[in-house]
């Protein structure tokens, strides 16, 4: 599914033209179909260090096709770039260099993916350096980038191998087309939990799982991918919007609670629901968000407080309810949809961008309260994503919005909806408090 504007570019004398004017050429991406190949083409794995051949190994072990070396205009699939070993700035150079040769040999949507080490556990100032100049050298790789392809990095807590379950879920997640509008950005691995599926196509298989906001735009595709993953899915929408949110509810093969998400006992009738229709709750999707957007100098009481109630103060309500409750004990997953404009802001979203800002501190201060379960939390930040919400924006702005990112596209549903279900898998244990952006690398603000 791609916008007007990339169909005409993408073929004959359209994308002649767009090439001679020098306009954006969006590329349709590769996104996840169950039982598609992980990725196609050669997986470079570039890198010396130990960590580099237990990579190559475990890829192998996969069955895919592994270099050590590039072979001369060889297209590949993918480039792993293993960093973990990196001490000082100067110890970049070569390796990065080295993987730099093979960047023109890239196939269209291939990825690009490195590992390395949080710079905040770093030993001295030079390795925090060199960890931390990783960062800077991933996002401005990404923006170099052409046809649909992606850069993104992940970051292992010290003591962590490159082969620990969750920088491997990680792995997997960037290589395969679940990642498609996934540009520029970091997952953070901070420790040994998680456990890869025993069945990719059905990583969600034996769970029970919640949505809200889940009658229509986003939230209907995270329940169609979590049901797709293999979750029984609860779907919680607004009595107002029953009729869709039975429509979605059947097609899922789930059931509907109709609740308004910031009533006071939302977390209690939530837990109710999963545990006496489907005998157990595992997975938790904040996803149902308002907005209510004016310019700070004229917004009104019930704009802010509307927004803050629905798109923070219900989450943290809900999360108590979790918290407190026996039935959310094993292993349980949060994920919670944010938004650029709470990372980066938006002119006339100061109420929104408080209450999704509040999601992002949210998430990271609730990791602890979850870690003695085994449980974990994270955010999901969209950006542009073609839904009723941004059909509803003026052209141009709408326009401009949705080229301004590395891929010139705005992402679809389905892309915030992967990204959620991949935190929300055992293969993300691993990884919590943190957010992911599903933005295509924004190009505008933070
Ligand atoms: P939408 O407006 O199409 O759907 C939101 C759903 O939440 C609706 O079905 C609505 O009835 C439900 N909802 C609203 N208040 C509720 C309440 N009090 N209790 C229960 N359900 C309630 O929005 P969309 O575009 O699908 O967005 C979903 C999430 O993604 C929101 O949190 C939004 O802030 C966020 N987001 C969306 C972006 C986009 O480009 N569409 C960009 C960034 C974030």
Not at 89 to 115: F, H, Q
Request: aromatic content about 2%; hydrophobic content about 45%.
């Amino acid at each position: 599914m791609t916008d007007k504007y990339t169909q005409l570019v993408s073929h004959g004398a359209g994308k002649t033209l767009a090439r001679k004017l020098g306009l954006p050429q969006p590329v349709e991406l590769r996104r996840y179909q169950p039982g598609a190949p992980l990725i196609t083409g050669p997986i470079l794995v570039s890198g010396d260090s130990a960590g580099s051949d237990d990579i190559a190994t475990t890829l192998l072990g996969w069955g895919l096709d592994v270099r050590r070396n590039a072979l001369p205009k060889e297209k590949l699939g993918a480039i792993i770039l293993v960093l973990d070993a990196v001490q000082r700035p100067e110890d970049l150079g070569k390796p990065v260099l080295k993987a730099a040769a093979s960047l023109r040999d890239l196939a269209p949507n291939a990825r690009v993916v490195t590992m390395s080490r949080t710079s905040q556990s770093a030993p001295s100032p030079a390795s925090a350096a060199a960890r931390q100049g990783i960062d800077g050298l991933l996002r401005s790789l990404a923006k170099e980038l052409r046809a649909g392809a992606t850069a993104n990095g992940i970051l292992l807590d010290d003591d962590l191998a490159t082969t620990s379950p969750s920088a491997l879920g990680a792995l997997r997640f960037f290589l395969s087309g679940r990642s498609a509008y996934v540009d520029g950005q970091f997952l953070t691995v901070s420790s040994t939990s998680g456990e890869l599926p025993a069945d990719s196509d059905k990583p969600l298989a034996g769970k029970v799982a919640v949505v809200t906001g889940a009658a229509r735009g986003i939230g209907a595709a995270i329940a169609r991918t979590l049901h797709r993953d293999g979750a029984k899915v609860v779907l919680v929408d607004i009595p107002a919007a029953g009729d869709h949110l039975a429509a979605v509810a059947n097609e899922v093969m789930g059931t509907a609670l109709q609740l308004d998400i910031s009533r006071d006992d939302a977390g209690h009738r939530i837990i109710d629901h999963a545990v006496e229709r489907h005998g157990r709750l595992d997975i938790v999707v904040h996803n149902a968000g308002i907005t209510r957007d004016k310019l700070l100098a004229n917004m009104d009481e019930g704009r802010w407080e509307s927004v803050i109630a629905v798109n923070i103060a219900a989450q943290l309500r809900i999360n108590e309810a979790l918290l407190a409750s026996e039935h959310f004990r094993t292993s349980p997953r949060i994920v919670s949809v944010a938004s650029t404009s709470g990372i980066a802001g938006n002119r006339g979203q100061t109420n929104y961008g408080a209450s999704k800002g509040g999601v992002i501190g949210m998430v990271r201060s609730t990791a602890g309260l979850l870690e003695p379960y085994g449980g974990t939390i994270n955010a999901v930040a969209p950006g542009f994503i073609e839904t009723e919400m941004t059909a509803k924006m003026p052209l141009a702005i709408r326009e401009a919005a949705r080229r301004l990112n590395s891929l010139k596209q705005g992402g679809q549903p389905q892309d915030v909806a992967e990204a959620i279900a991949f935190l929300a898998s055992d293969a993300a244990g691993g990884i919590t408090g943190g957010v992911l952006r599903v933005c295509g690398q924004q190009l505008v603000g933070a």
